[in-house]
Structure formats: C-alpha cells, structure tokens
C-alpha cells in the first residue's frame, strides 16, 4: 500500500519503509501475550478483530491468530 502511494503521489524511491523484502511485515512472534485495546471510556469500547489497530497488535504480539 505504502508503495502504491508513492506512485499515486510521483514519489516512487525505495526507502526504509518500501522494500522488496515483507518478512517484517509478515512477521508472527514466538510467544503471544494477552491485551485489551480501549478506544472509548464511557460506555468503555475495545477494538473489533478485522481493524487496523487489532493488525498491528497482532504484528507486535498481543493477541492470538485465526486460521
């Protein structure tokens, strides 16, 4: 996505963010540890399961995986 902005944008020089290689992105850790998300305190709301915010949980973590 972030490459496919760069082109919209004339901005196409790869960089930290950009490369050939997704193996960070598509990283699974070892271990998962358990966490609650809240986005909102009264009445108190946590993130649903098919968000970005969950993805990136899922990328640092927290949380567990569904096949």
Known sequence: MIGDIGEITGKTNKNAMVGSDSSAINHKPEKMHSA???????????IGGDTFISNMMLQAGFGKYVQ
């Open 36 to 46: 609650i998300y809240l986005i909102w305190n009264n009445p108190m709301m946590t």
